[in-house]
């Protein structure tokens, strides 16, 4: 049986981003994963209960780690906290990936939610630090591996491995 990925709604070309856009990706790795139906499509923040469009928002004194336990929140650039909406979205993608049996997943890079390798400084100056967002961090606490865009091949990599 073939490996199931979670993956960002916006990277298929759903317009679900804050601006209400999208991330779409031309990948020949993703059109072949979509077409074996390896691919679980979720947008966290939409599914924690957040509009298309919101309002920019950034993760503030941590990471997605340090949301998820307490220490930092998610706040617009209004000064709106978020954090209870990131949080429900997370745990909402956990529970389609467990659903559907997803050890892996392929996410929206730098957003607070799905950053993997890092996210805003929290400032709205556009600085990236090291850290994970919400969703991203709730994942590999559930030992679920999160890749972005730029790491499609290597997760392909990563299947051919495990499924040879």
């Given at each position: 049986?073939?490996?199931?990925?979670?993956?960002?709604?916006?990277?298929?070309?759903?317009?679900?981003?804050?601006?209400?856009?999208?991330?779409?990706?031309?990948?020949?790795?993703?059109?072949?994963?979509?077409?074996?139906?390896?691919?679980?499509?979720?947008?966290?923040?939409?599914?924690?209960?957040?509009?298309?469009?919101?309002?920019?928002?950034?993760?503030?004194?941590?990471?997605?780690?340090?949301?998820?336990?307490?220490?930092?929140?998610?706040?617009?650039?209004?000064?709106?906290?978020v954090t209870k909406a990131f949080l429900r979205g997370?745990?909402?993608?956990?529970?389609?990936?467990?659903?559907?049996?997803?050890r892996f997943a392929v996410l929206a890079a730098r957003?607070?939610?799905?950053?993997?390798?890092?996210?805003?400084?929290?400032?709205?100056?556009?600085?990236?630090?090291?850290?994970?967002?919400?969703?991203?961090?709730?994942?590999?606490?559930?030992?679920?591996?999160?890749?972005?865009?730029?790491?499609?091949?290597?997760?392909?990599?990563?299947?051919?491995?495990?499924?040879?």
């Open positions: 049986m073939k490996a199931k990925i979670l993956i960002s709604a916006c990277l298929l070309g759903d317009r679900v981003r804050y601006d209400g856009d999208d991330n779409g990706v031309d990948s020949v790795i993703l059109r072949q994963w979509q077409m074996e139906g390896r691919l679980v499509s979720v947008c966290p923040e939409v599914a924690g209960g957040l509009s298309i469009p919101r309002a920019p928002a950034e993760v503030q004194h941590g990471d997605g780690h340090q949301v998820i336990h307490g220490y930092a929140q998610i706040i617009t650039v209004a000064g709106d906290d997370a745990q909402l993608a956990l529970s389609r990936a467990n659903e559907h049996g997803c957003s607070p939610s799905c950053g993997n390798d890092g996210i805003y400084d929290g400032t709205f100056s556009h600085k990236l630090v090291a850290g994970m967002g919400v969703t991203a961090a709730l994942l590999t606490e559930h030992h679920i591996e999160v890749f972005n865009q730029s790491q499609i091949a290597q997760l392909a990599d990563r299947l051919a491995e495990l499924e040879a």
